[in-house]
């Protein structure tokens, strides 16, 4: 059996998911702490009943969030108009840098019943989001008290996901982001375009791929590949995926699998292809380094994933935190993000301020990007595509996640 190649120094995808992005990179990825002090809340009245308290505690991923540079210090122009509007201070903190590491941080203070410190965590779909969702580990949002998401909300990327749908459509999540895992390649090395499946495992492009050494993407995206619908697909698709692949690798497909850094790897050569997210593709051409990398939704198949706000359970401030969960769905404060994040946004209105912001600005190269962005569909992703993508397979039971983990294992560092 040939081994694929697995390179310690590529740790995952970087961008979203990751806290390394050389000059003008995030300031550090900082301890998974809670932040603990007396709560303000009138439970005996329910969670969301009351006033605000003055603050929200926000975890989110690395560089997912507008930011900017003011005498040396970053601040997050979203967050202080919000402060400005409701005087509620925001305590972000970019401390996710994978879903189960930090659902392994807060799972003690949860199993205990106690406050993670957290009032808003952002947490992808996939089993780690149904897990909490069906433990009860997260709250269930007031529908009331979020009249901008009802307004300005995508019906087709926002509005009753296929995984929270009980007692009520978005009764424990409200989109923050989304993206596409599909193919990036370095056209200088690959020869022509990489825009399927097929293709991408075929052995025939002249060098290496990549594939994520994750849990979720990788295993869900090798099926498509070997022709399985994951969102319906048993453990026995599951194992034939893995064949699958293994045959392929022992046939002498080329194989590197990562953790982070594929982009540096594309553009360095060290990969001809990889899979990969959208937004890290968008993000890095629009700043012009590297260059060039070309990205596709595979004709045989994309996933479509979703980042979640969610509110913990036992959250200190879930006034605070729906206050803010719904001010971000007002297409000015999307756009906002949107402008600095580059994945597909949940606020298709959006778009229109992106385009006001490109008329407004005084330099024509900012104002040729955010039209690019406003026209790019890997931002403001068509319906009709949408609706033709996949999502990840559904994880519900202890079981069916060891049987997962089993399977896929061997190519899961």
């Known amino acids: 059996m040939t081994n694929p190649t697995i390179d310690p120094q590529w740790a995952r995808p970087y961008s979203r998911r990751t806290f390394l992005r050389g000059a003008g990179g995030v300031l550090g990825l900082l301890a998974l702490a809670p932040i603990l002090e007396a709560c303000s809340s009138d439970a005996s009245a329910g969670p969301f009943a ?17 930011r900017s540079l003011v ?16 005087g ?3 305590n972000y903190r970019e401390v996710i840098p994978d879903a189960d590491a930090f659902y392994g941080e807060i799972l003690p203070y949860l199993a205990a019943g106690k406050p993670t410190g957290w009032d808003i965590a952002v947490i992808t779909n996939g089993s780690t989001l149904t897990r909490m969702i ?8 007031p529908s009331d008290r979020r009249p901008n998401f009802d307004q300005y909300a995508s019906e087709t990327l926002a509005k009753n ?49 990549g594939l994520f050494s994750d849990s979720v993407d990788m295993p869900n995206l090798v099926m498509l590949a070997a022709g399985i619908e994951p969102e319906t697909s048993t453990e026995a ?10 045959d392929r690798i022992d046939r002498g497909l080329p194989v590197t699998f990562f953790k ?87 606020v298709p209105e959006a778009r229109n301020q992106i385009l006001a912001d490109a008329d407004a600005a005084p330099e024509p190269a900012a104002q040729e990007k955010l039209r690019a962005l406003a ?39």
Do not use: C
Not at 54 to 60: K, Q, S, Y
Not at 134 to 141: A, F, T
Not at 237 to 246: C, F, I, M, N, R
């Open 50 to 66: 009351g006033s605000p308290a003055g603050r929200v505690d926000f975890a989110n991923w690395p560089l997912y969030l507008d």
């Open 71 to 86: 005498k040396g210090q970053v601040v997050r122009p979203s967050m202080q108009e919000f402060t400005r509007q409701t």
């Open 88 to 90: 509620i201070e925001v």
């Open 134 to 141: 069906d433990l009860g580990q997260v709250m269930e949002l």
């Open 161 to 209: 996901p296929s995984y929270d749908l009980e007692p009520f459509p978005n009764a424990h999540t409200m989109p923050w982001q989304s993206g596409i895992t599909g193919i990036a390649w370095n056209p200088d090395l690959a020869g022509s375009n990489v825009e399927t499946l097929e293709h991408f495992f075929s052995g025939d492009l002249p060098g290496k791929i």
């Open 237 to 246: 698709d599951w194992h034939k995926a893995v064949q699958w692949l293994q």
């Open 260 to 346: 982070q850094n594929y982009v540096n790897a594309l553009a360095n050569g060290d990969v001809v292809a990889s899979m990969a997210w959208s937004g890290d593709i968008y993000q890095e051409n629009a700043i012009g380094a590297p260059e060039g990398l070309q990205f596709a939704t595979p004709h045989d198949g994309g996933l479509l994933w979703t980042d979640n706000m969610v509110i913990p359970a036992g959250a200190l401030h879930p006034v605070d935190a729906i206050t803010l969960m719904d001010f971000v769905y007002q297409p000015a404060i999307a756009a906002m993000i949107t402008e600095f994040v580059a994945y597909v946004t949940p």
């Open 375 to 413: 026209d790019s569909p890997l931002v403001f992703l068509p319906e009709e595509e949408a609706a033709a993508l996949h999502t990840y397979r559904e994880l519900k039971t202890d079981q069916e996640r060891s049987a997962w983990n089993n399977a896929f294992g061997r190519f899961i560092t």
